[in-house]
């Protein structure tokens, strides 16, 4: 069965530092999202990406952050100078959309942690 | 504004009971409901959805939820439970957004299973 996958699994970074977070989205899928779970809290909104732009972004996804499709399959979001509350979980999640409303798949995840 | 409730932090149950796990929602015009699972450090797995139709869903692992539009309810149940339902549970909504949906994240209700 397909999956989204990520890498890293667990990312340890400085304050200040840049990190890049990386998907593999399901390869027949249109729309990607990255999504934002602190510690114990529940699962946020940042972006959705479609046709090589971004199509929404949350009030959190801020100029610090930016996604990109570099090639077929990837999708990467970068948080330019990490931050304390930046630390979270983050899911990267891709849906075909045939019209209908599709289900989103999500990834395992990234355990980000920013000392 | 779209947004989705669980009232319940957490729940507690016995194994062999039957448990619910409740949810209710605010969205505009037709809910698209879905229900996921997140086992500790582990990503978010689909448990089951209701788009259209019947108002009773069946899943995955022998949930179910039933859809209430008079009370703009989808409450997750399984007749019996097991020690290894306990995980964290989150109801949600996809809403639209330009070019596609954006899934709206109750806060999660933790279910522990007791044997």
């Known amino acids: 069965e397909p999956e989204v996958t990520q890498t890293p699994s667990h990312q340890v970074t400085q304050m200040g530092q840049e990190v890049i977070l990386r998907c593999v989205p399901i390869s027949n899928h249109l729309y990607f999202y990255w999504y934002r779970q602190i510690l114990g809290q529940k699962v946020e909104f940042l972006v959705s990406f479609y046709n090589n732009e971004i199509s929404e972004k949350s009030e959190i996804f801020d100029d610090q952050f930016s996604v990109e499709r570099p090639d077929g399959s990837n999708f990467t979001l970068k948080i330019r100078s990490t931050k304390l509350e930046d630390s979270a979980m983050y899911f990267c999640a891709s849906t075909y959309q045939t019209g209908g409303v599709d289900e989103q798949f999500f990834g395992p995840g990234t355990r980000l942690t920013v000392l | 504004a779209q947004s989705v409730a669980q009232p319940e932090d957490q729940v507690n149950v016995a194994e062999g009971n039957p448990l619910t796990v409740k949810c209710t929602y605010s969205?505009?015009?037709?809910?698209?409901l879905f229900w996921y699972v997140q086992y500790p450090n582990r990503g978010l797995q689909f448990l089951l959805k209701y788009i259209t139709g019947d108002n009773l869903v069946k899943g995955s692992y022998g949930f179910e939820a039933e859809f209430n539009k008079s009370q703009t309810s989808f409450h997750l149940k399984k007749p019996s439970a097991l020690v290894s339902d306990s995980a964290l549970y989150f109801c949600a909504v996809r809403v639209p957004n330009t070019g596609g949906f954006k899934t709206i994240f109750g806060a999660g209700t933790r279910l522990f299973v007791k044997a």
């Open positions: 969205v505009s015009g037709n809910p698209y």
